[in-house]
């Protein structure tokens, strides 16, 4: 086997370079942050950066979804030596990958990858912080890229599923070369253009130990089945060269987005569109009637190219670019398409509002709302109490009628549990917001259309929810305000969770 595998080391590494050298990947680079899991792709994209002959440092970046017990400690400390030994720190970060999961109410392998890359984007930032760099003036970090070691095995697999799932031209381009993250920064990958088992000849000729995940033995992911079962039954009934046929289809497909991309360019150059990019809430609004003008493969890219603009530029399958053309050319007026990892297009009237809503950042900074600039300034706070204290507490503060939410402590504690307090978070609403009044339980959607809340106020409404389930709703002109009726205080309640609005926010810790 040594002997078949002589020579495999030096006609990959000559691949990845000309794939780097044809993708202008490191063109300008100084930093390379390095997606390092410790299996043969990251091991071999490690060895080959390595021996470069450029002036660059590397950044080896290990992320512990905590998903395998004992076995992802031990793959971090592998990845951890091994960098060491080649004289580089490996930044390891441990993640509740299934907590999180569950949490954003999505896929183990999305958050992961959601996960996955905000360490990147924190070592990113490390880096240029250190170094006294700035994104430049496109919000980008120049001379930082980020390296993921996808292989071309990973391209024909993805373009396979995107078949099974329903996509267009551009979701056969497959994985792209290069990408820029809504993060600010570039992705590459240089392994796109290498097979999965040249990979793994590499690592025997170069006496490299990787680790085995097992997990990708056993057919428990989409892709596995593909892996494991779809691909190899179509090799052997249908096509053995199918993995070349689908990297075929794959380029062609990009030449073709490429070419439609570049009228679309120009398309989209002509079209009123105006931006509003302010944290935590990113959007981009083009006129409705121009769009409806188009040409619909014209459309669909500008489409496209306008999520792209606000950061979605993947996960986009056929069904969500149907919603939106039906958003353009329907006739509702006023109507909503929800998309992946929290972007939105959204329709009022003759406007088209792509957008990019970051929870996380709403969660940490939201507060109550000021009328006359629009912007959140007096911060929510929560306070436990017992009833005894309670009129005492509201009478030291300064609140106006309806400034503050007062909660049966033990009531939430028997619906929630003792830990229901802790899953409070103050928050812009959600799509599933339900409120519990005294006729029933009702939509937050539907409370908010009985009070005849414009809707373009209606995404800016502040809510103090567990989960899905709205304690107190806020909305953006600070009327109409509606209290949770399940959890109110009565003559047996004996301890309270208050929330009420803070008139010294600024002074606040």
């Known amino acids: 086997m040594r002997k078949e595998n002589e020579g495999k080391k030096a006609a990959v590494k000559k691949q990845v370079l000309q794939t780097i050298d044809e993708r202008s990947m490191l ?51 592998f990845c951890e030596e091994y960098s060491a030994n080649r004289g580089l720190e490996c930044r390891s970060f441990v993640v509740d990958c299934e907590g999180k999961s569950m949490e954003w109410g999505i896929s183990s392998e999305e958050a992961g990858r959601r996960l996955r890359y905000e360490a990147f984007g924190q070592v990113v930032s490390e880096i240029a912080e250190a170094e006294g760099m700035a994104p430049s003036g496109d919000s980008t970090f120049d001379g930082i890229v980020v390296a993921i070691a996808q292989n071309a095995n990973d391209q024909a697999e993805t ?57 990708n033995e056993e057919p428990i992911y989409k892709r596995n089945q593909i892996r494991l079962e779809l691909l190899p039954y179509l090799a052997l009934k249908y096509n053995p060269n199918i993995i070349e046929a689908l990297l075929r289809l794959s380029e062609s497909a990009r030449q073709e987005s490429k070419y439609i991309d570049d009228d679309s360019e120009d398309v989209l150059s002509k079209l009123t569109v105006s931006e509003c990019m302010e944290n935590p809430r990113w959007e981009i609004t083009a006129n409705n009637n121009e769009l409806r003008t188009l040409p619909e493969p014209l459309c669909v890219r500008a489409i496209s190219m306008l999520l792209g603009r606000v950061g979605l530029t993947e996960d986009v399958v056929y069904e969500h670019i149907k919603a939106i053309e039906k958003l353009i050319f329907g006739d509702n007026p006023s109507a909503r398409v929800d998309l992946p990892r929290t972007f939105y297009v959204r329709r009022e009237y003759d406007n088209l509002i792509f957008g990019y809503e970051n929870w996380e950042e709403l969660s940490l900074s939201h507060s109550n709302t000021n009328h006359e600039s629009g912007k959140f300034e007096s911060k929510l706070k929560m306070q436990k109490l017992t009833v005894s204290e309670l009129d005492e507490f509201l009478t030291g503060l300064d609140l106006g009628p309806g400034d503050y939410a007062a909660y049966d402590e033990d009531k939430l504690v028997g619906i929630y549990g003792v830990g229901g307090s802790k899953a409070m978070e103050i928050r812009f609403r959600k799509p599933g917001d339900v409120m519990r009044l005294n006729v029933g339980t009702k939509k937050l959607q539907d409370i908010m259309v009985d009070a005849k809340i414009p809707l373009k106020e209606r995404d800016l409404a502040t809510v103090v929810a567990i989960g899905n389930e709205v304690l107190w709703f806020l909305p953006f002109d600070g009327k109409n305000r509606r209290w949770s009726s399940e959890f109110r205080i009565d003559h047996d309640t004996e301890s309270v969770v208050v929330f009420y609005i803070n008139k010294d926010a600024d002074n606040a810790e």
């Open 27 to 77: 063109d300008g680079v100084r930093h390379v942050v390095l997606g390092f899991s410790g299996g043969p792709d990251s091991m071999c994209l490690f060895d080959v950066l390595l021996s470069l002959d450029k002036d660059i440092k590397i950044h080896p970046v290990h992320v512990n979804h905590s998903i395998r017990k004992g076995v992802c400690d031990e793959e971090q400390l």
């Open 159 to 215: 373009v396979l599923m995107r078949i099974l799932r329903g996509t267009g031209v551009k979701g056969l381009s497959g994985i792209p070369y290069t990408r820029m993250d809504e993060g600010g920064f570039e992705v590459i990958r240089p392994l796109l253009d290498v097979k999965r088992e040249d990979i793994l000849a590499y690592c025997e000729e170069a006496g490299l130990s990787p680790r085995m995940d097992k997990t």
